[in-house]
């Protein structure tokens, strides 16, 4: 019995891990657009990911990180690319986000219809140890 309440809180305390997570993103995004550091609004929320990127640590139907960029207008793909990349050249944060469950990293603006979808586990520097 004593092992399933600790299931249990361990699920929860990961499920908080990954709403902190989303809720630290939105809230630094927030700070850097009014300080002028970034030129567009960003905003993190889950999705349900990419069902050809799962690996081993995915959350079923929940394993998209989708950053939404509130321009007010169609971004080109190099604009989306380069959003994707900010958080893609952070090793750490991409090895944070696997292990809190997602495997897809979505980047889509909120006026067309353009979006980037990454894979991970691509960018997570293991060396194919776990792919």
């Known amino acids: 019995m004593w092992h399933k309440i600790m299931v249990i809180a361990d699920w929860f305390g990961e499920v908080g891990e990954r709403y902190k997570l989303i809720r630290d993103f939105n809230r630094a995004g927030k700070k850097s657009y009014i300080a002028g550091h970034a030129p567009t609004l960003l905003e993190a929320k889950i999705t349900s990911g990419e ?3 799962r690996h081993a640590f995915s959350k079923w139907m929940s394993g998209g990180f989708r950053i939404k960029a509130l321009s007010g207008r169609a971004l080109s793909k190099s604009e989306l690319i380069e959003v994707g990349k900010v958080v893609l050249d952070n090793d750490e944060l991409v090895r944070k986000l696997i292990s809190l469950g997602w495997d ?5 603006d909120n006026a067309g219809f353009n979006g980037c979808k990454w894979k991970l586990m691509d960018f997570s520097n293991l060396g194919g140890i776990l792919t």
């Open 51 to 53: 069902s050809a990127y």
């Open 104 to 108: 897809t990293l979505e980047v889509h």
